[in-house]
Every structure is written in C-alpha cells, then in structure tokens.
C-alpha cells in the first residue's frame, strides 16, 4: 500500500517551492493564493529571504505546509494516497493531501497555529533538546523523576525522542539523560516548548478556529499524532488535532501502525527528506522515495 507522508518544521530551506512556481501554472495559482490569504508574501520569504526570515515560527509552518501541499497536488492523477500521516505540523498538510481540509482552511488554521505558538513561546521562555541512543522508557522514567515541566514530545524513531519544556527542566533533564547513559543530548535551536503543557494558551487559541472549520471525511485513513492510529471520522480528526499541540507526536507508532496496516511505500511530500531517513530506522523493509 501506498503512503503519503509530511515533513514538519525544521524541514525549510531558502528557495523552497521556486522550481514548483516558475514551472507549473497550477503551483503559481496557488502561491498567489497563499500570499493574498495571508496578507503578506510569503513567497518572497521562501523563495529570497535569509535563513533568519525562515526560522520565524509565523513563516515557518505555512512555507512548509505551502510546499508540501502544493507539491502533492501537482503531481495530479499519480497522487493516489491510501493512508497519509504528517510530524506535528505536517498533520495539517496530509489533512488537506487527504481532501479532510481544504487548502484554503489549511492554510488559515497553519497561520494561527504558528501566531498561537509563536505567542506563546514569547509568553515563557522554553526549548527542546534531541535524546540519542536511550530507550523511550528510561527517558520517560527520568523524566517523571524531574521538579520542572520537561515532556517527551517526539517519539522520531527507536533510540531518538526530542523532549520538551522549561529551560531549566531541559538543562536537568540533559544532565540526567546523559547520566542514564543516552549517547548525547542535543539543545534544539527552537522558538519554545513545543507539543508540551507549556503550549496550553496556543491550544485554546487554535482549538477555537479548528472548531470553527469545516472538516470533510478523506479520501483514505490519516494516522494522527496523538495516537499513532488511523481515522477517517471528522469529529475524532478535529478533537485529535485540537490535542496535538501539548501531546508528544508518536512518530514511531505512526510508522509502526501504517506497516502493521499493509503500508510498504512511504513517499515523503515536501521539503527535505528526513521522515524518509525515520521510516528507514522503524521500518528497515519499508521502501522510501521523495515525491
């Protein structure tokens, strides 16, 4: 079975989507589209702009949800999803790739998810740290153990889960990690605490415009975040997606369940190509290619 799956933030480059608008007339339409949505042009960001201008979490997740998207909706009839899944943010793309959302309400509700986090990451000081080389349990156990708010927040892969919280929690959590014998810790360059407790304000803020939008049955199963598993019903996708933002993204069980459920051909649609690099790890069998 085919599957279809979407990159998050982190994924962007400078010239990200230029070859898609100079050489189809469909990509074109769509960008301009983007730009007039969002009252800014954002292609002039992703196209030219500085590696500074990308890493703005407000440009940041519409420029990949952007190429993404419209990547996936140029390649036509061949684009023949049987499940889809997206990291974090690419939940939203595989959404729309999967005729759940349109691209004109992806788009908006991208937009405030990255007005809401940005909001409040400026609101807390927070940050992220990569975990290599422990086992999700051990993580999971020194975690429980710590006095500050420090979260898993992506389970990527076997023997690599990002964690999430307060500056100090994560400066502790590293220690001790690597204390409990994890190959490194790595600080995240990131805006804030993502798909942790200390998102709740953006949460509420986005659970009001997700509430607001009309969500359509897709044309196959989207495997979402939250849980790993797949679903099809609207209500369950909008509640799934409104819990996303401060629950950690179970990469892993993602891939785990698609395998489980006859996916063999995971193509990666977007900028990049690092869920090709996870898929490999979670599921050495699994074939892997770039759209």
């Known amino acids: 079975m085919k599957a279809y799956v979407f990159p ?10 230029k070859d898609l608008y100079d050489g189809n007339a469909l990509a074109k339409e769509m960008f301009e589209k983007a730009n007039e949505i969002l009252g800014f042009r954002i292609t002039d960001l992703m196209f030219a702009g500085t590696d500074e201008d990308l890493r703005q979490t407000r440009v940041t997740q519409p420029a990949i949800f952007l190429h993404s998207v419209i990547l996936a909706k140029t390649l036509g009839e061949s684009f023949t999803p049987e499940m889809t899944a997206g990291h ?12 759940a959302l349109s691209f004109e309400d992806g788009l908006k509700l991208v937009y405030a998810r990255a007005m809401a986090m940005q909001k409040a990451c400026e609101a807390e000081p927070s940050t992220m740290a990569a975990i290599l080389g422990l086992d999700d349990a051990k993580v999971e ?10 979260v ?8 690599q889960l990002v964690i999430s919280g307060s500056v100090k929690g994560i400066e502790i959590a ?44 897709p044309v196959c199963p989207v495997y979402q ?33 698609m395998v489980a459920d006859g996916g063999t051909h995971f193509t990666e649609v977007g900028p990049g190509t690092v869920l090709q690099g996870l898929v490999k790890k979670i599921a050495p069998e699994a074939e892997t290619a770039s759209a």
């Open 8 to 17: 998050g933030q982190g994924a962007q480059f400078v010239g990200m989507g």
């Open 141 to 150: 156990e020194v975690l429980a153990g710590i006095d500050e708010v420090v």
């Open 174 to 217: 590293c220690e001790q990690l690597k204390a409990a014998g994890a190959k490194r810790a790595l600080p995240l360059k990131v805006g804030g605490a993502f798909h942790s407790p200390l998102m709740e304000p953006a949460r509420v803020e986005l659970a009001a415009a997700i509430n607001a939008t009309h969500f359509n049955t």
């Open 152 to 159: 898993p927040a992506n389970y990527n892969s076997p023997g």
């Open 88 to 99: 974090s943010l690419g939940e939203f793309s595989a959404l729309v790739a999967a005729g």
């Open 225 to 257: 975040n939250v849980t790993g598993k797949p679903y099809t019903e609207p209500a369950q996708i909008r509640e799934n997606l409104i819990a996303q933002l401060t629950a950690p993204v179970r990469w892993t069980q993602i891939v785990q369940n």
